[in-house]
């Protein structure tokens, strides 16, 4: 099982970014795809996750209203479409699979992990 995130960047406070997660080597069917970011020295925290079958998506209060999951089954591909960034969403952004079918927020839980990509929000 691979997943390879990707769009990160540096961008401007107000600004919006999309990042993408391909996942390949296997169907994730009822798996639930998760993302999460880490800043410098701080742990890594959920943002958003949700079943890759369908059905409600669960976000991190700080990114509510602001951060939408989607996914593109045809394309085995979830998307995190960040608006109104800010300059505390700087951080490495990671995108997880976790084979049990409920959205979980502990990181140790998921058992895939893409390899990261950096987001800049300038102030």
């Known amino acids: 099982v691979q997943l390879q995130a990707s769009g990160g960047g540096l961008v401007q406070a107000g600004g919006s970014l999309r990042l993408s997660c391909a996942a390949s080597g296997r169907t994730f069917g009822s798996y639930v795809m998760g993302w999460f970011r880490q800043a410098p020295g701080k742990e890594r925290e959920f943002m958003a996750g949700?079943?890759?079958?369908?059905?409600?998506?669960y976000y991190a209060d700080s990114v509510k209203g602001r951060f939408t999951m989607s996914r593109d089954n045809a394309k085995n591909t979830v998307y995190l479409q960040m608006n109104s960034l800010k300059p505390e969403d700087t951080a490495v952004y990671y995108c997880a699979a976790d084979r049990r079918s409920w959205v979980t927020a502990t990181p140790n839980e998921y058992d895939y992990w893409g390899q990261g990509t950096q987001v800049t929000v300038s102030s």
């Open positions: 949700g079943s890759w079958s369908g059905g409600s998506t």
